[in-house]
């Protein structure tokens, strides 16, 4: 999917961020532990009423589907830490 694509289903890009598209990072989600790449990175703002800093679209390795959405309060490890 092309940057085009990827902005029109999930928003605006982050102009910056802690961590880039197409790095690597090791996350939770409900209590279980994941690993994927970042498909893209979204900029701040409001979802069903409530203020979302930036955010990461990930597609983890454990699990086909749909991607996650993953806070920065979520990712535990990047590539270069593992």
């Not at 961020?17 to 939770?28: L, Q, V, Y």
């Not at 679209?57 to 993953?70: L, M, T």
């Given at each position: 999917?092309?940057d085009q694509?990827?902005?029109?289903?999930?928003?605006?890009?982050?102009t910056?961020?802690?961590?880039k598209k197409?790095e690597?990072?090791?996350?939770?989600?409900?209590?279980?532990?994941?690993t994927?790449?970042?498909?893209?990175?979204?900029?701040?703002?409001?979802?069903?009423?409530?203020q979302?800093?930036t955010?990461?679209?990930?597609e983890?390795?454990?699990?086909?589907?749909?991607?996650?959405?993953?806070?920065?309060?979520?990712i535990?490890?990047?590539a270069s830490?593992?």
């Amino acid at each position: 999917m092309d940057d085009q694509a990827l902005e029109d289903l999930y928003g605006p890009a982050a102009t910056y961020s802690d961590h880039k598209k197409g790095e690597r990072i090791t996350f939770t989600e409900k209590g279980e532990t994941y690993t994927g790449m970042i498909i893209w990175v979204c900029a701040p703002g409001v979802i069903a009423g409530r203020q979302i800093p930036t955010h990461y679209i990930v597609e983890a390795d454990q699990r086909g589907g749909f991607p996650f959405i993953v806070l920065p309060s979520d990712i535990i490890e990047t590539a270069s830490e593992q």
